[in-house]
Each structure stands twice: as structure tokens, then as C-alpha cells.
């Protein structure tokens, strides 16, 4: 069955648009509510059910968090308002706290325009597909508010920050510290401005903060993990050892070495399991993504570490993962995912990783010297927007571009289209030897999808 609002991360879309409108997301909450109330078989008949509610700083977070309010207090759901939290702050807290779902408005690294609502089932994880159908199917039924005395209550919750900061310093070795390393944190504008920088600071690094003056519109814009000039920037200026960007919900990573180079997702992901195999803690492989960079596949098979490749998006390295029995898996936007520290993908906790990794040397090393063994492959990726319910699987053209691409391509090179989850794009993607013959075509490629599509 297909979802018809769900997509690779929860629901999203521009706001005030369907389904991104107070009404909808009102019934999301309701029929959210009254489907993970059944859902987790800790609750016992007489208990209420309790949902934990944060959100990123887009100004639309304010409305869309009062429509979520209502509908779990209509569907008899008590809820926990935070407010400003990182997406993977709310899976921790959802567990630490045992409640039954945690709900993020957020549209992670999309523009402040754009807003979603994503869910974590009990225990801090992602919702099972199952899950996600069956509160579509409780969309279709009508909304029948539950009695007065049984109505949801909510409260806010004031140590939500403290908490978290608390378990994100936790993930780091209690025998390191980050004194005499000058780092420069970037918010972008996000979830994460708060948080952040207290983490690194506690644990003694000298902190410089840029990305967090949130204004409700400025997210994203110009700063963090999908815009990294300015954190190279501000890392050659205040000559700090390291620079990290996180995106607008806090659950992507990418570093800026001293001199002002970005690394980026596949390169953190190799240089995290290049440590823990040392120390004897990989505990199995590493799961990527049909983007990972080939050079990052060739890398393990030096190293004598498995690796297998999933779809693209977190939920599908998570599952991967956990039918593997591995820890270790990520992508290359930044999305990290270390299951012997979280149960998701979390910029902060993922930098605290690599910085222990460069800080088990006896002197602080450069990312550039920790990974100059990589070498990655060109890469060209082009996003083609496209009308929404576009299928490029199903058009001649495309699929006749794609076997002469490969066919030329053979095995200096590969292709990868894909239909982007949050948004109504087509990712055209090759990677190859030379980078004068993946950029023509990929530039080939793209227009034929665009006539395709009728752009």
C-alpha cells in the first residue's frame, strides 16, 4: 500500500499548503494519537497516553505546534511541549522518558517556507511503515472528540535543554576532554543554537558560535550543513583547529578542517570506522547509501570492512543496520547514525565522535592528515524540480539515457537517479574516474528529465 502522505521523513510540504495547514495537521495529531495509544503494549488501560512535542525555530513551528496540541488532546493524548529541540533531542527524551511517541515539526535542511511533522515510536525510534499506515488510514475516519473529562493535558517542560546536553556529553569517552582545541560551531539559525554550544564548551573546547540569531525565517539561510562558506570562513579568521556545521534540526554533520576544507558525511563516515576498528569497537560493518562515494567502498575493502549500500534516507541505513546487527552506518548530506550511542542520526553526538577519534592522538591531528588515505571519486549531482507525482521510471527517454550513459560509463563510473522523499525533485547523480565525462553527462541526463517532465 502506498502512503499518500508520509514520505521518507515524516510528512512535509510548504506551509499552507496540504498537507501542511493547521486543519490537517490538527487531524494528524488525532489520528496519530489515537493510533499510538495502541500501539505501545506498556500502557496499561487505566493510563493516559503521553506524546513529547519539539520543534526546530521556523515561525510557522508556533501554529503547527498548537493544531498538534489540539488534536492529541481531542484524541485523549496528553502532551509535553519543549519547544525548540533538536530532532534527535526529542527521540532521546522520548525514550528517557518512556512515552509513547515524540512528534518534530520540522522541515530539517529545507527552507523556513517549508515545515513537516515527523514521529518517534516508543524507545526513541522511527516509526514502522505499518505505523505510518495506519494513522493515514485514521485520516480518513471522522474526528470524534473524546468526553471533557478525558481530554488530553498538556505542560511544558522546562530542563528539556539541560537533559540533552547532559546525554550528548555522555557519548564522549569520560577520560578525553576537548581542552586546548578552538572550535567554531554553526547553528544554522536551527533546533541546535542553544544546545550546541554548551556540549563543546563543557567538555573544554573554546567555542566561537556563529548560525544562532534565529529570527523564525532566517533557518537554513546562508549557514550550516547545506551552506558551509561561512563556517570555512569563520574558521580560517579565528584560525580554530575545526569547524562544525550542523543542519536546522540538528541530525546532519559536516566538518571544516583549519584551513578551511569541508568533509562531508562520506569522509566522517570512514574516519569514524577507521578508529573503531583500531580499537577493536567497529563490532561488524558499515552501511552507506547508493550515493556514498565509490572511493569510500574501495577504502573499507582495503580496510577489510563489509559494507553494503541502502536507499537513500536515514530510515532505510537505520533498517539496514539493524538486519545486519551493525552500528555504524551514514550518508553523505551528514546524516550519522552511531547505535551504540543513539538510536538516530545526531549532528552533535556524530562530532564527538570524530573528534575522538583526532583527539586519541597524543597531539591533535588534522582531519585532512586522519583521512589522506581516502580518495573519493567525482561526483555530480544535479536536482531537477519536477511536477509532484512525477515518475521518471516510467519515461522511455530517461530510462534510454540512463543505458547509454552506463553503457559508456562501464566500470569507470556509475548512475543514480532517484525521486527525492521530502521535496519534488529528481537527483540525478554520477560519479566517475573523469570528471569531464560524468559533468556532460549528468548535464545530459538532467535535461532529458526535464523535457520528460515538461518543465
Aim: glycine share 10%; with cysteine; charged share 25%.
Amino acid at each position: 500500500m502506498t502512503r499518500k502522505y508520509f514520505g521518507t521523513d515524516g510528512v512535509r510540504g510548504r506551509v499552507g499548503e496540504e498537507p501542511i495547514t493547521p486543519d490537517f495537521v490538527m487531524r494528524l495529531g488525532y489520528a496519530a494519537g489515537r493510533v499510538l495509544a495502541t500501539a505501545d503494549r506498556r500502557l496499561r488501560p487505566e493510563q493516559r497516553p503521553t506524546v513529547l512535542i519539539g520543534k526546530d525555530t521556523r515561525i510557522s513551528g508556533y501554529m503547527l505546534e498548537s493544531a498538534l496540541e489540539a488534536g492529541f488532546s481531542a484524541a485523549g493524548v496528553d502532551v509535553v511541549l519543549i519547544g525548540p529541540m533538536p530532532t534527535p533531542g526529542i527521540a532521546y527524551l522520548t525514550r528517557a522518558l518512556r512515552l509513547q511517541a515524540g512528534v518534530v515539526i520540522s522541515a530539517s535542511h529545507n527552507p523556513y517556507e517549508d515545515n513537516g511533522i515527523k514521529f518517534f515510536a516508543a524507545g526513541g525510534v522511527k516509526l514502522p511503515d505499518k505505523v505510518e499506515r495506519a494513522i493515514e488510514a485514521a485520516l480518513d475516519e471522522p474526528m470524534i472528540c473524546v468526553p471533557s473529562d478525558q481530554l488530553g493535558r498538556a505542560r511544558r517542560m522546562e530542563d528539556a535543554a539541560g537533559r540533552y546536553i547532559e546525554f550528548c556529553k555522555s557519548t564522549f569517552p569520560a577520560d578525553l576532554d576537548l581542552r586546548g582545541l578552538k572550535l567554531v560551531v554553526d547553528c544554522a539559525h536551527g533546533a541546535s543554537y542553544v544546545i550546541a554550544p554548551h556540549v563543546f564548551h563543557e567538555l573544554g573546547a573554546d567555542v566561537v558560535v556563529i548560525g544562532n540569531q534565529p529570527d523564525g525565517t532566517n533557518i537554513n539561510d546562508g549557514v550550516g550543513a547545506t551552506s558551509t562558506s561561512a563556517l570555512q570562513q569563520a574558521v580560517v579568521e579565528h584560525q580554530a583547529h575545526l569547524g562544525i556545521a550542523l543542519d536546522g534540526d540538528g541530525d546532519r554533520l559536516i566538518m571544516v578542517d583549519g584551513d578551511g576544507t569541508s568533509y562531508d558525511g562520506d569522509k566522517l563516515l570512514y574516519l569514524i570506522a577507521k578508529h573503531r576498528q583500531r580499537l577493536g569497537l567497529l563490532d561488524g560493518g558499515v552501511v552507506g547509501t547508493v550515493m556514498t562515494n565509490l572511493g569510500v567502498e574501495h577504502a573499507f575493502s582495503r580496510l577489510n570492512i563489509p559494507f553494503s549500500r541502502a536507499a537513500v534516507g536515514d530510515r532505510y541505513v537505520l533498517e539496514m543496520l539493524r538486519e545486519r546487527g551493525w552500528l555504524l552506518g551514514g550518508e553523505s548530506s551528514g546524516h550519522l547514525i552511531c547505535l551504540d550511542k543513539h538510536t538516530t542520526g545526531d549532528g552533535i553526538v556524530s562530532a564527538l565522535q570524530v573528534l575522538h577519534s583526532l583527539r586519541a592522538h597524543r597531539s591533535v591531528i588534522s582531519l585532512g592528515e586522519a583521512t589522506k588515505e581516502l580518495t573519493l571519486y567525482p561526483q555530480v549531482l544535479i536536482n531537477v524540480r519536477v511536477p509532484k507525482g512525477f515518475d521518471h521510471r516510467g519515461s522511455l527517454p530517461v530510462q534510454a539515457a540512463l543505458v547509454e550513459a552506463e553503457c559508456e560509463l562501464k566500470d569507470s563510473g556509475r548512475v543514480v537517479l532517484r525521486a527525492s522523499g521530502t521535496e519534488p525533485v529528481i537527483r540525478v547523480m554520477l560519479e566517475g574516474k573523469s570528471a569531464d565525462k560524468i559533468k556532460r553527462w549528468a548535464e545530459r541526463i538532467a535535461d532529458v528529465v526535464e523535457k520528460a517532465a515538461g518543465v
